[in-house]
């Protein structure tokens, strides 16, 4: 079986600086890969390129059969194939402030793959429900803690259902059980035949919870 | 995104303390050595007009009147002019900012009673002007039911359309200023003007003799004053024996006939005054309404409504223009290509960094060759133009305040740029503006007395004609924060608790 994402040999530059240079890894379905390396070393950034949020110089990205090429990002409109395969997780959670949990993972159920009100809601507050935060569909983002808030922003990126989901530092904000508990989440999502791509720089979680890790250096 | 409140307001402070210095000159070593007389220069000729060779000085009948009057007065007196708006002149003389008031001044009842009033020192007619069209039509007030008829406003003329109106039905529209109601009749905004005949033929002269015609028959008769402090009795009567010697000694006559003001109701007039003496020639125009303050304010309440509905009305319809130019404004410069982007920063900066005053001119009169946009039409365009400029920076200030990584999450799910600016960036933009724009409402609501230089007669011009009715701004005055404060209130707390409850960026 093709591995989910290829990126072959990425290259970005940010005033005349190589941010990254040369990199190359693969995630298979059901495979949880990590992206380690100090702050500054370009992970962010890669994931950000994977996402066609950040234009790249050089190299090769490939996500289930879908390819970002050099050069400028796309319009949306040459993207909505990439945009239905890949998820994001942003470290800050970046919810809608304007909606409620619930509303911010029905949003795009409802106008971007047209589901009604009612199978939108439906689907959302079962992901709620697996992710742990049922209760917390009618809360407002302010009202929520950061580990509530990251698995609202979790929900609202598999609300899609998409095949490649990318995480950038998911446990920066948490204490030791609650990263245990994000650590078995992220196995079982991959057990349902996504793959996971997890920016980080906690040695002990990649070692933990990944299946492969790749090194990036400063 | 706070906006200075004072930006629209026009400067007059400045008049008072040049006014208070020239009385305190006057008044030195005792004895007046010069005689400070006020009056209104933007009147123009015949009257006071600034002199073309040396706009310092003014020329005009009024002016040599003053000399003449200075001079009869004895020692060695000279006249001093201050310039004082036309429809204050009253006022000011009360506040001691001049001796005498002179300037095509009315003679009233209104006027003897509260003042020290001259005799009267020359004569005009109330006259019709027509378009050439209508001259057969058009015979009198009566004939103008239903139409409308310009004047300048708190002058006899006003009172006697506004008794006409109520006889007869036709529409007084009150001016600040006695050109523009003639260009108002000829651009067809208007269909008659009733002024003095100086004022008529003065206007018809500028106009080459085209474009009207005046009537020949006067609708009524009225005279020209000086006008001082109630005080100041003893004072007017040597000035008005000063006038009797030169009714009597042709000097008078000499400064009309140099101003081609000279006609044979002066000399009948003359002879009136100079045979019985005293200034017999009676007052023009409607007594002092009611008797009793309480009943003045009530019988003036339905006017106050009147005039604060139109507030209200021009306000709430500028403002929501305002809204529309605002949200294509800050769309355009957000959003827009480079051109647009050009194009709408240039409009926001010319229109933020010129007067609305001048704005509402050039809308309403500026654009007459153009299109003739009736003055309710003017005043909302104008100042929703103008506040549009102003709510789209509050827009584009409130669009970029939404995180950009809010932003960047909404394209990750696949929203097309329109969907996230209406579902993402749009409702959160809102909630930071909706603050700001209460405020710009508050503003809004006071700017719109500006208006009223267009014949819009909103609260503030109704308070203002009111004042000069009964001859005090106290009342009016009082009445007239009233309904300001009971309008701008209640949107000020409302700014207030939303501001508490999004204030906050990070909500």
Known sequence: ?218 | MLRDSARHRQTCGVNVHVLSLAVALSMQHGQPRVLVWGGDAEGGAPFVEADPADPSRVRGFDVEVADRIARGLGGGRTARFVQVQWSNIDQSVERGDFTLGLSGVEDTQARRGRHAVTLPYFEFREVLAVRPDDQNRIHDLADLRGRRVATLGATIAYDLLIAARDSTGMIPVSFDDDVHPYADLVAGRVDAVLLDHIIAQRALRRMGGRGFVILSQPVAVGHYVGVLARADSVLRDSIDAVLREAMRDGSLEQIYRRWSVWDDSQSVLFERILRTGAGAAGAAGTPARGSTPPAQVVAYLPSLARAAGVTLLVSMLSMTLAVFVGLALASGRLYGSTPLRILTTAYIELIRGTPLLLQLFVIYYGLSGVVRLPALLAAVLALGLNYGAYEAEIYRGALEAVSRTQLEAARTLGFSEAQTLRLVRGPQALRYALAPMTNDFVALLKDSSLVSVITVVELTKQTAIYATNVGSWVVPGALCAIVYLAMSLPLARLARRLERRWGGRAA
């Open chain 1, 1 to 218: 079986m093709s591995a989910l994402l290829v990126i072959d040999r990425l290259r970005v530059r940010y005033d005349s600086r190589d941010v990254l240079r040369a990199l190359s890894l693969e995630v298979a379905r059901g495979e949880i890969v990590s992206l380690m390396g100090p702050s500054g070393a370009g992970k962010t950034t890669a994931l950000r390129a994977v996402a066609a949020l950040q234009a790249f110089d050089d190299g090769q990205i490939v996500v289930d059969g879908f390819g970002l090429t050099p050069g400028p990002v796309p319009p949306e409109s040459r993207l909505r194939a990439l945009r239905r395969r890949v998820g994001l997780v942003f470290q800050a959670h970046a919810l809608f402030e304007h909606l409620t949990a619930l509303d911010n993972v029905t949003l795009a159920l409802r106008h971007v793959l047209g589901q009604s009100r009612a199978d939108a809601d439906a689907v959302a507050t079962k992901l709620l429900s697996e992710l742990d935060v049922g209760s917390r569909a009618a809360a407002w983002p302010r009202q929520l803690s950061g580990g509530e808030a990251q698995r609202v922003a979790i929900a609202r990126a598999l609300a899609p259902d998409p095949a490649l989901l990318l995480m950038d530092e998911p446990t920066a904000a948490l204490d030791p059980a609650r990263r245990g508990a994000l650590g078995a989440t992220l196995r079982r999502l991959c057990e349902q035949g996504r793959g996971l791509l997890v920016a980080t720089h906690d040695a002990e979680f990649a070692r933990e919870f990944s299946d492969r890790a790749v090194q990036l250096t400063a």
